[in-house]
């Protein structure tokens, strides 16, 4: 079964250019999270999707950042336009249901560079 | 709001010594988890424990051992027999058992190196 995947790997742009990141959630995981790490501080919540919908994004830094999940399926942050201090590694992660305990199984995560 | 505090950026271990990685956590709520993540060097983050804070037994994973005290509100993480594969960085982490809040708060990390 294929895990969480996340494109790119790696991203480098300026300050005040555009990124969309891409998270490709486990396949039937209606539940999809994203966080992320600054360097050197802990890895923080951004936002929770179920479905299409999303849940809790308590975890938003601001309003240039823009999480989407049409259908259900795979989702995209999209971050516009972007600063120096959202330079860090984005990690998506995603689970099957909120009954009971259910593990968030994480991507290997987006490395993003403002420069 | 819950904190995770890891108070050791950076830990080192002799390859088949024992280790342990302390974590501390804050919260009001009597029921949550509590986990350790590993995220090896360029790779994903996979979970390496689980402790339900309702289960007075600490977890056991093979060599991976926890020692949960609910009243301190410490969990720290074990690792017996180091392996070089054990070599990541470790997250203590935390999430309220209820449904309506799925969020996972980590701690800063500790780094562990494992010396052949």
């Known amino acids: 079964e294929a895990g969480v995947t996340q494109f790119p790997s790696h991203s480098v742009i300026e300050k005040g250019q555009t990124v969309t990141l891409r998270c490709d959630p486990i396949s039937g995981h209606d539940n999809l999270y994203w966080y992320r790490r600054v360097m050197g501080k802990e890895i923080k919540f951004l936002l929770h999707?179920?479905?299409?919908?999303?849940?809790?994004e308590s975890g938003m830094p601001n309003n240039r950042f823009l999480a989407e999940r049409t259908g259900g399926t795979y989702s995209t942050l999209k971050v516009q336009p972007a600063e120096l201090e959202d330079s860090g590694v984005y990690f998506c992660?995603?689970?099957?249901?909120?009954?009971?305990?259910?593990?968030?199984?994480f991507g290997p995560g987006t490395r993003l560079t403002v420069l | 709001a819950q904190t995770v505090t890891q108070s050791q950026p950076e830990m080192s271990v002799q390859e088949a010594e024992t280790v342990t990685l302390s974590c501390t956590y804050d919260?009001?709520?009597?029921?949550?988890?509590l986990f350790w993540y590993k995220q090896p060097p360029s790779r994903q983050m996979i979970l390496v424990i689980r402790q339900e804070a309702y289960k007075q037994q600490n977890a056991t994973e093979n060599r991976f051992s926890v020692n949960f005290q609910k009243a301190a509100k410490s969990f720290s993480l074990k690792i017996s027999d180091s392996q070089l594969g054990d070599a990541a960085m470790y997250f203590c982490a935390y999430r309220s058992a209820q449904r309506s809040y799925q969020k996972v708060t980590f701690g800063t990390g500790t780094k562990l190196q494992v010396i052949p």
């Open positions: 992660a995603s689970s099957q249901d909120t009954s009971v305990y259910n593990e968030q199984f």
């Open positions: 999707f179920v479905k299409e919908s999303k849940q809790d």
């Open positions: 919260t009001s709520e009597s029921d949550y988890y």
